[in-house]
């Protein structure tokens, strides 16, 4: 089955500078590739996704790029704010065999801005 | 982004009782919703996934006597823990499929505890 890496697990940056998330995914044949936030005691939020005909997308202070050769995508946040402090996942679509799909999510990214 | 609902949002029960957790998607039809578990920490641990108007599919490992679930609707899926146990204890999270774009939205999560 797929499997995906994420690194780094923690990750401190100062308050304006930017942060990058790396992920990795196994399954040549997974084809979208979402990116979640989750702050403590709430569920993860949707807040950029990439599909695999596209290298790379941008949505304000957020990007994503995407390797499909190499297997790999990555989150940028530019301009950190600490409102950005939380842990953040990756994700890659498996295709399922009889129909649907299903995601596999990275070990998740505790991303900490410091004043 | 599409709006998922999930209550409640924490629940305290004795060992050996049942709880039941509800999850909606309030704006969209969704065919699919999946529930997980997650850990202190951890990233997301696919339990299942619901599928509407047919018996869920379990991964492996998780006991679909015990945890039951329940798609009657396009927009309510339920999860169901049975004689729940100490061991049980874990925040529990369902997400939903929007079939327009295949996009997964999260509801906000249920921190069970059982005493």
């Known amino acids: 089955g797929e499997n995906v890496e994420q690194h780094p697990s923690t990750l401190s940056v100062q308050e304006g500078d930017s942060a990058v998330i790396k992920c990795t995914y196994s399954?040549?044949?997974?084809?979208?590739f979402p990116w979640y936030k989750q702050e403590l005691g709430k569920g993860p939020q949707l807040i950029i996704d990439?599909?695999?005909?596209?290298g790379e997308k941008k949505d304000q202070r957020i990007a994503v790029t995407l390797n499909k050769t190499a297997k790999h995508f990555s989150l940028h946040i530019t301009e950190t704010q600490p409102e950005d402090s939380a842990v953040y996942f990756c994700?890659?679509?498996?295709?399922?065999?009889?129909?649907?799909?299903?995601?596999?999510f990275g070990t998740g990214t505790q991303l900490k801005v410091e004043l | 982004g599409a709006v998922v609902s999930q209550h409640p949002s924490w629940v305290i029960c004795k060992s050996g009782t049942s709880v039941k957790i509800e999850c909606r998607s309030l704006?969209?039809?969704?065919?699919?919703m999946f529930w997980y578990r997650q850990f202190p920490k951890q990233s997301l641990m696919l339990m299942a996934t619901?599928?509407?108007?047919?018996?869920?599919?379990?991964e492996q490992g998780v006991e679909k006597d015990k945890f039951l679930i329940n798609h009657a609707s396009l927009t309510l899926s339920t999860l169901t823990v049975t004689s729940a146990h100490p061991e049980d204890s874990s925040f529990y999270i369902c997400?939903?499929?929007?079939?327009?774009?295949?996009?997964?939205?999260f509801g906000s999560g249920t921190q069970l505890s059982v005493l």
């Open positions: 990439i599909r695999s005909n596209v």
């Open positions: 399954d040549s044949a997974s084809n979208y």
């Open positions: 994700a890659a679509s498996t295709i399922l065999t009889g129909g649907g799909n299903k995601l596999t």
């Open positions: 997400s939903a499929r929007q079939a327009v774009n295949e996009k997964l939205f």
């Open positions: 704006d969209f039809q969704a065919t699919t």
């Open positions: 619901s599928n509407e108007g047919s018996k869920a599919t379990y």
